[in-house]
T-cell receptor
Framework: SQTIHQWPATLVQPVGSPLSLECTVE??????LYWYRQAAGRGLQLLFY??????ISSEVPQNLSASRPQDRQFILSSKKLLLSDSGFYLC??????????FGPGTRLTVL | DAKTTQPPSMDCAEGRAANLPCNHS???????VYWYRQIHSQGPQYIIH???NNETNEMASLIITEDRKSSTLILPHATLRDTAVYYC????????????FGQGTRLTINP
């Protein structure tokens, strides 16, 4: 069966520090991968998606970037965190049909 | 993708059927209706989808009106664990399969 992992589960970082969040999917190949963010009291917002290795599409301009170095690995990064980057970050994947499966999420607090 | 409108909150008694409405009056002929839910501090969970016909699975039933301008998600025997935010999403089954989440309906199941 397929499984999606995210780490870390929680993270507290100072403003201006770098960020690297990792997402991996097991039990499937060539999935579409997504990064969403949910800021406090707000809805889920799609940040990036990828349909293949090295293929990244950005949905909103921001302080973040994404990379897909391997088929089942999706990384969210920042060189310098802002207070506004705080939120609940969710990775998701889809096998290409209807359902989208979400990971457990990373709760990021920028101080 | 068509816009959806949902009530911000609803209450339902445990053991009763929970009926969650969604308006999508601008839906096009080849757009699907999807329902996801998000339990507090977790990633969203896919529930069900449909195009024209009513659908049922082990989690819920989806009733789509004949003109497809609205739909209702039915949880037949709600339990306390069904307390969550429920999202109705309309999108085409093509491209990168991006999900656009609105504010959803916060469903509270009361004992």
């Amino acid at each position: 069966s397929q499984t999606i992992h995210q780490w870390p589960a929680t993270l507290v970082q100072p403003v201006g520090s770098p960020l690297s969040l990792e997402c991996t999917v097991e039990g499937t190949s060539n999935p579409n991968l997504y990064w969403y963010r949910q800021a406090a009291g707000r809805g889920l917002q799609l940040l990036f998606y990828s349909v293949g290795i090295g293929q990244i599409s950005s949905e909103v301009p921001q302080n973040l970037s994404a990379s897909r170095p391997q088929d089942r690995q999706f990384i969210l990064s920042s060189k310098k965190l802002l207070l506004s980057d705080s939120g609940f970050y969710l990775c998701a994947w889809t096998p290409g049909f209807h359902e989208q499966f979400f990971g457990p999420g990373t709760r990021l607090t920028v101080l | 993708d068509a816009k959806t409108t949902q009530p911000p909150s609803m209450d339902c008694a445990e053991g009763r059927a929970a009926n969650l409405p969604c308006n999508h009056s601008t839906i096009s002929g080849n757009e699907y209706v999807y329902w996801y839910r998000q339990i507090h501090s977790q990633g969203p969970q896919y529930i069900i989808h449909g195009l024209k016909n009513n659908e049922t699975n082990e989690m819920a039933s989806l009733i789509i009106t004949e003109d497809r301008k609205s739909s209702t998600l039915i949880l037949p025997h709600a339990t306390l664990r069904d307390t969550a935010v429920y999202y109705c999403i309309v999108r085409l089954l093509q491209g990168a399969q991006k999900l656009v989440f609105g504010q959803g309906t916060r469903l509270t199941i009361n004992p």
